[in-house]
């Protein structure tokens, strides 16, 4: 299929569309106006909860709907509910239990909000500036196992996230998806709420079939959505790992790498050849 055919492109928020300062920049904001001028749709997806999508819907004009927790929660930009997906609720203090044997904090979203024992936990206040507003501290998680959208991991210890990832994947099977959102995040969430369900969501409820569809992110969940569309673009930063994985692989979040990719391979016209999957921007 040619680039010009694409019709739809779903884009990962942190590492992606946004600046490790999580900025959107004003040229991130012109390509998503000028893929709405060439009649392209644009979609987020993130392991944010929905409220911490809502700063990008007016800068962005977005229309479309939101996968929020990676998918567990999809809803239109006036935030009403199209699809949720929670974890069993008899797994929640299972895996709420390997996490803390593997040496990780945990966190739990519960419909609109977010839980943490305590405040001052590794990258409690980064996230809540990111999605600008405050958790809700508890002292445990006992009475909070029911509609468990997503449940995260969190350690500096990068290796350890990794290997807890592989850990609660093989423990807990076709139960649950566990995947890096983050190299210090775990995302524990419903099976079918992964970037790779995203797109099959988007495909049917827009009526886009999947090889018209373009991803782009840069870590090891975005390579779920890769697989499921016709285009798949790897950020500059991300691992080799995701690199393999996509299509193309543009320039990195620090140097304008989303709007590059919307320019070099979603609007280039189809007269111009084909970058090699494995170049630079």
Do not use: C
């Not at 996490?99 to 024992?117: Q, S, T």
């Not at 290997?163 to 995302?187: C, I, K, M």
């Not at 409820?205 to 798949?232: E, K, Q």
Request: overall charge negative.
């Amino acid at each position: 299929m040619s680039r010009t055919s694409i019709r739809l492109l779903i884009a990962d928020v942190d590492g992606t569309l946004v600046t490790p300062d999580k900025v959107l920049t004003r040229r991130a904001v012109a390509a998503v106006g000028e893929l709405r001028a060439a009649g392209i749709l644009f979609a987020l997806t993130s392991g944010r909860p929905p409220r911490g999508m809502q700063m990008l819907i007016e800068p962005l004009a977005l229309a479309t709907p939101l996968a929020a927790f990676n998918g567990g929660l999809i809803v239109d930009p006036d935030m009403t509910v199209l699809a949720q997906r929670v974890i069993p609720d008899r797994l929640v203090p299972a895996i709420l239990a390997a996490l803390e044997d593997a040496g990780l904090d945990a966190w739990l979203y519960r419909g609109a909000e977010w839980f943490v024992r305590t405040a001052l936990a590794p990258h409690v206040a980064r996230e809540t500036a990111t999605v600008r507003f405050d958790p809700t501290v508890v002292a445990g998680f006992a009475g909070l196992e029911t509609d468990v959208a997503k449940i995260v991991g969190v350690s500096d210890d990068h290796a350890a996230i990794a290997a807890a990832t592989e850990a609660v994947q093989a423990e807990f099977g076709a139960h649950v998806s566990a995947a890096r959102s983050q190299p210090y995040y775990l995302d524990v969430t419903h099976p079918e709420a992964n970037k790779g369900g995203v797109v099959a969501f988007l495909a049917e409820h827009l009526d886009i079939p999947a090889p018209a569809i373009a991803t782009i992110g840069d870590m090891p969940n975005d390579m779920l959505m890769f697989a499921r569309s016709g285009m798949a673009i790897a950020m500059g930063q991300a691992d080799a790992e995701v690199h393999r994985a996509a299509t193309y692989v543009t320039a990195s979040n620090e140097d304008e790498g989303f709007a590059l990719a919307v320019e070099r391979f979603i609007l280039t016209s189809s007269g111009t050849p084909a970058p090699d999957p494995t170049e630079r921007t």
